[in-house]
């Protein structure tokens, strides 16, 4: 200060005029927030609900929209608008708990991005007209009289449940056409494909409470996994158990789940399942029957010993037969696959693998068992992959589409490049997107229409896992519309109504809709005398309705499993990780300031991306944290920070997904990197899956630094006993065999 | 109307979500009353208020005030300018004509944390019979048959990071208080709100800053952390 000719009284004489300064610049503002009496409004209540009282919150239950777990979920409402979210305890699948997603919903509800009207392209820009115009140049594109019929109709969508998949259905059938894509970065596709050809059915139950070890391949079923609450309450039961479960989670970058795991196991990317067959290798050696096992397979596992499976994988030998003696010895055990075993050309071979190793310890029919079935698979949930997206793309390309329908996805943005679909998305003549913000898919369609966000509207929702009761969940709305928008449900209503008039013009709205289809169910689903209008209240007020649900049997048979032999890339010597994080998730999230704010479960990195690397990969790059790293694919490059942490395998750089948005609004536009934009071209040889952990690329520093805004900027204690520690020879001495 | 106050005003209609009871959220109070039910208990109530209510009212206006027992009242006064309101309203022909009880018409004062301005539905209970040629009632009644809400104009307020109630404060001076009749709450209205039964349309009369609050604190020995009212 005094090296530029100012003092510290003079700095505080000039900080004290231009406070000044400011204070009366601010009395030209005017205001609204003021103590004056007779400035600001108070505004009763015409005629208020008998249960309303200002100033204390009123509960209603609805259902969670932000992934597709479909828990169940109460909002605090408090004069006429929703505050909070909590967990709904009536709900078989989150049972009165809610993760950061579903608390931070409120943010898109009241999302200051919001689109306010339907947007209309017109001589190329997008622009506001009334609901009555947006509707009349839709059904001039696809009313009945616009002869539009078959496969040049499509709706693409994330995952549909509920009512609004029955109409959606209809709306297609009533069009003639098939081509229905559900897309979903965040999946367990391959591994539906992996269960239901090795145990009959697509979505067994895991039954992660009578397992005493898991084994855990990738799955992240803490964190981005199919329904995190729901596993979060099972781990609890796990860890709470008699023995305490031991948790062993094998992945190239640390999960949130390897985070909690008792022993994390680094592993070469796409080498999870020759990993999978050394451990079946070393179960064989220790004498686990193997009676059921095919010749060939039995050759397989044979030839996956210790030492050829810790050179492919990069772990030891050791290990292995370490792994292996836990597994047999404490049964039943539980093994899992997730997102990085799946993310291959190999997914599902690899998947399969891990699968076997559960037939081989017994545990199928033990911690791996039927689900149920509900009687309404009409309205179960369609679950999606990316095996769509490349369909999609493929269809566009061939010009094989003159009208789709987004909803509830955003491929333009997930799309990697190699799909070139933004080139793509030209050929098909008219797109409209059912959106509440300017997304990147929305602003290349050619009509927008806002829907309701989900805490204005009215819908019924399945869960995708409800391995326990199949529920059908509603979803209320909790307050008034914010804009006079209108609801998807009562969309779809108003399409059906352009094709088939007969059948739906008895239905004023959706809430009538599904009115009658709650009170036309069977008694057997009611349950109890109650008259339609009893029966119906007391549904909305617990917000679910528990659906009789059939428990099957599993019919376990071994697959063929065909492993890549393993190679190095010298021109590109590292393994791309695009990491999934409960949080921004696939990117939908990434326009809640909330979500932004919330660190990175294992990096604390907040607002943007980060390259994640092994110190040893720092040094060999000579790269230090906050340098920006050039990553680059045969698909193009990135440029991202580096954060360096211990839990990430030496070869394997991650870059998470959810940021690198080129549009959705001032919190999520041009904040960070989007790792998908350069996914090299492959896909699962069985699925069709995206291969998302398949790409190889080489790294350099950029030549730039930044501070990396992080929670918690030191990664030890300095000396201060904050965690303590023990040896792990101290620990087994007071409980053998618990860490190997 | 986008994103101001119209979704304050929903009206009871068939298209409308049904609470959870409150039983799963601690508030203290658990409402398990039909609708119906709820209807037969408001309306005995009313009638039962309006009995009881009217009876000291006559007594009242001969006795002379004793002061509300058990209470030092705050110090301090406001020369607040007369606001303007879209109806002016007369309080004094309500509490000091009519008798009636502040309670009867701010119902959630001893409930909320809020006193909360009555729903016109409340003052269309009376004058859809009473007074119904008067002028004022006439506006009023424009506002019900419009179905638009009366937009009244916020006399009395404390900042946002103060964190007041009114049903504690009614506990304590009124309903917990020794010797105090309910039927004399409007003397503990006025320790914060003045002398309504002199007013039309209500006028600041106390500062309600926090030397105001502390000093009565102090006085009635409340609590002083200062987390209770800074939360």
Not at chain 1, 454 to 472: A, F, L, N, S
């Given at each position: 200060m ?10 505080l004489?000039i900080?004290g ?7 009366v610049?601010g009395c ?7 103590l004056?009496?007779?400035k ?12 309303v ?5 009123v ?10 777990a ?5 909002g605090?409402?408090?004069?006429g ?8 305890p009536?709900?078989?699948i989150?049972y009165?708990?809610?993760c ?14 919001r689109?306010k ?14 609901w009555e ?6 059904e001039q594109k ?9 496969d ?10 509920g ?10 059938a ?7 894509f559900?897309?979903?970065v965040?999946?367990?596709a ?6 239901l ?7 067994p139950r ?14 992240d ?7 995190p609450?729901?596993?979060s309450?099972?781990y609890?039961k ?7 479960g031991v948790?062993?989670?094998v992945e190239?970058?640390?999960?949130l ?7 994390w ?7 999870e ?5 050394g451990?079946?290798n070393q179960?064989?050696k220790q004498?686990v029957?193997?009676?059921?096992v095919?010749e ?7 030839s996956?010993?210790?030492?050829k ?7 030891s030998?050791?290990?292995l ?7 047999k010895e404490r049964?039943?055990s539980l ?11 190999h997914?599902y071979?690899?998947?399969?693998a891990v ?12 911690t791996?068992?039927a689900?149920?079935?509900?009687p309404f ?9 990316t095996?769509?997206l490349?369909?999609f793309?493929d269809a ?5 589409l003159?009208?789709?329908f987004?909803y509830g ?10 799909l ?12 409209v ?7 990147e ?9 806002p829907v ?8 019924t ?14 979803q ?6 914010l804009y006079p928008?209108?609801?998807f449900?009562d ?7 352009m094709?088939?008039?007969k059948?739906?013009?008895s ?9 009658n ?7 057997t689903?009611k ?11 007391k549904?909305l ?5 528990e ?8 019919k376990?048979?071994?697959v ?5 032999e ?16 409960l ?9 809640l ?13 907040v607002?943007t ?11 060999r790059?000579g790269?230090?944290?906050?340098d ?12 991202a920070q580096?954060y ?10 991650a870059v ?6 080129e ?8 904040r960070g ?19 998302l952990?398949?790409?190889r690329?080489t790294a350099?520093?950029a ?6 805004v992080?929670l918690?900027?030191?990664?030890t204690?300095l000396?201060?006993k904050m ?11 007071a ?6 | 109307?986008?994103?101001g ?5 929903r ?10 009871t409150?039983?799963h ?6 409402y398990?009353?039909?609708p119906?039910?709820s209807?037969?208990?408001?309306f005995?109530?009313?009638?039962a ?13 001969g ?8 209470v030092v009242?705050?110090?301090?006064e406001?020369?607040g ?7 002016e309203?007369p ?5 000091k ?7 009867y ?20 209970g009376?004058h ?11 506006q ?6 419009k179905r638009e ?22 506990k304590r001076?009124?309903?917990?208080n ?7 709450v409007?003397e503990?209205?006025?320790?914060c709100?003045?002398?309504l039964k002199?007013m ?8 309600l800053?926090?030397?105001?609050c ?5 006085a ?6 200062c987390?209770?009212?800074h939360?």
């Amino acid at each position: 200060m005094s090296g530029n000719g100012v003092n510290r009284r003079d700095f505080l004489k000039i900080l004290g005029w231009s406070g000044v300064g400011v204070a009366v610049a601010g009395c030209d503002r005017p205001t609204t927030v003021t103590l004056e009496e007779g400035k600001e409004e108070v505004v009763a209540y015409l005629q208020p609900e008998e249960y309303v009282i200002p100033g204390v919150g009123v509960w209603f239950a609805s259902t969670c929209q932000q992934c597709a777990a479909g828990c169940g979920v109460h909002g605090r409402v408090r004069e006429g608008r929703v505050l909070k979210m909590e967990g709904n305890p009536d709900s078989s699948i989150n049972y009165g708990k809610l993760c950061q997603m579903g608390q931070a919903g409120l943010q898109g509800h009241y999302n200051p991005d919001r689109i306010k009207k339907p947007l209309l392209r017109k001589g190329g820009s997008l622009t506001e007209v009334t609901w009555e115009e947006a509707l009349g140049a839709l059904e001039q594109k696809v009313g009945a009289a616009s002869g539009l019929a078959g496969d040049r109709f499509a709706w693409f969508t994330g995952t549909v449940s509920g009512h609004q998949s029955v109409l959606l259905s209809a709306h297609l059938a009533a069009l003639g056409s098939q081509h229905h894509f559900v897309h979903e970065v965040i999946n367990n596709a391959v591994g539906r494909a992996v269960n239901l050809d090795m145990l009959g059915e697509a979505m067994p139950r895991y039954r992660l409470d009578e397992a005493k070890v898991i084994l855990s391949f990738g799955s992240d079923f803490l964190g981005a996994g199919i329904s995190p609450v729901y596993f979060s309450t099972a781990y609890a039961k796990f860890r709470t158990g008699s023995p305490r479960g031991v948790l062993i989670q094998v992945e190239p970058k640390m999960t949130l789940t390897g985070g909690n795991a008792d022993l994390w196991v680094p592993i070469r990317p796409g080498t999870e399942g020759a990993f999978a067959l050394g451990i079946a290798n070393q179960l064989l050696k220790q004498g686990v029957d193997a009676a059921g096992v095919p010749e060939n397979i039995r050759a397989l596992i044979a030839s996956h010993d210790a030492e050829k499976v810790a050179s492919i994988t990069g772990s030891s030998a050791d290990r292995l037969a370490r792994i292996a003696t836990l597994l047999k010895e404490r049964s039943p055990s539980l093994v899992l696959a997730g997102a990085s075993v799946e993310g291959h050309a190999h997914g599902y071979s690899a998947a399969a693998a891990v699968m076997m190793l559960n037939m081989l310890l017994g545990n199928v029919g033990k911690t791996i068992v039927a689900g149920g079935s509900s009687p309404f698979p009409q309205m179960e949930a369609k679950m999606g992959g990316t095996r769509d997206l490349i369909a999609f793309a493929d269809a566009a390309d061939k010009k094989n589409l003159d009208v789709v329908f987004f909803y509830g996805a955003n491929p333009v943005y997930t799309a990697p490049s190699h799909l070139g679909l933004t080139e793509k998305l030209k050929n098909i003549p008219f797109k409209v997107a059912f959106s509440n913000f300017p997304d990147e898919t929305a602003l290349s369609a050619d009509l927008v229409l806002p829907v309701l966000s989900p805490y204005e509207d009215w819908g019924t929702h399945m869960g995708i896992y409800q391995p326990e009761q199949k529920v059908v969940s509603i979803q209320q709305p909790l307050m008034e519309p914010l804009y006079p928008n209108k609801g998807f449900g009562d969309l779809l209503l108003a399409f059906l109504k352009m094709r088939k008039v007969k059948e739906y013009e008895s239905f004023t709205d959706y809430y009538s809709y599904l009115k009658n289809a709650f009170t036309a169910l069977p008694a057997t689903v009611k349950g109890g005398a109650l008259t339609n209008d009893e029966f119906w209240g007391k549904t909305l007020q617990k917000g679910l309705l528990e659906v009789p649900t059939v428990v099957g049997t599993l019919k376990p048979r071994l697959v063929e499993i065909n492993l890549p032999e393993y190679k190095e890339d010298a021109q590109r010597p590292f393994h791309l990780v695009p990491s999934g994080r409960l949080g921004l998730w696939d990117g939908r999230h990434a326009n809640l300031p909330w979500l932004q704010e919330a660190p990175d479960q294992i990096s604390k990195i907040v607002w943007t991306s980060w390259a994640e690397i092994h110190p040893a990969t720092a040094a060999r790059l000579g790269v230090e944290q906050g340098d920006f790293l050039r990553i680059t694919s045969d698909q193009g490059a990135l440029e991202a920070q580096v954060y360096i942490h211990k839990g990430i395998h030496i070869d394997a750089i991650a870059v998470p997904m959810g940021q690198g948005h080129e549009e959705y609004g001032r919190y999520a536009k041009g904040r960070g990197v989007n790792p998908l934009k350069i996914i090299s071209p492959g896909a699962d040889a069985r699925t069709g899956e995206l291969a998302l952990y398949g790409t190889r690329v080489t790294a350099a520093a950029a030549g730039r630094r930044e501070f990396l805004v992080k929670l918690s900027s030191n990664e030890t204690q300095l000396g201060r006993k904050m965690v303590a520690t023990v040896t792990a020879d101290v620990f087994n001495r007071a409980e053998p065999k618990t860490i190997t | 109307m986008s994103g101001g106050y119209c979704f304050l005003f929903r009206q009871a209609s068939s298209v409308a979500p049904v609470p959870v009871t409150w039983a799963h959220r601690g508030r203290g109070v658990h409402y398990f009353v039909t609708p119906l039910l709820s209807r037969v208990i408001t309306f005995a109530l009313v009638l039962a208020s309006l009995l009881v209510l009217a009876l000291p009212a006559w007594a009242e206006n001969g006795a002379t005030t004793k002061g509300v027992p058990n209470v030092v009242p705050p110090k301090g006064e406001h020369a607040g300018k007369h606001v303007e309101q879209p109806i002016e309203f007369p309080h004094d022909i309500h509490t000091k004509v009519n008798g009636i009880n502040c309670m009867y018409c701010h119902t959630y004062a001893r409930r909320s944390k809020v006193a909360g301005i009555p729903p016109t539905s409340k003052c269309m209970g009376c004058h859809s019979m009473i007074a119904t040629d008067k002028p004022r009632i006439k506006q009023l009644t424009e506002y019900w048959e419009k179905r638009e809400p009366v937009k009244w104009k916020k006399v009395h307020d404390v900042p946002d990071f103060v964190h007041f109630t009114h049903e504690k404060h009614l506990k304590r001076f009124v309903f917990d208080n020794e010797g105090m009749s309910v039927d004399r709450v409007s003397e503990v209205c006025a320790f914060c709100h003045g002398d309504l039964k002199q007013m039309t349309v209500a006028n600041k009369v106390k500062p309600l800053n926090m030397g105001f609050c502390v000093r009565c604190h102090e006085a009635n020995k409340g609590p002083f952390d200062c987390w209770k009212c800074h939360k």
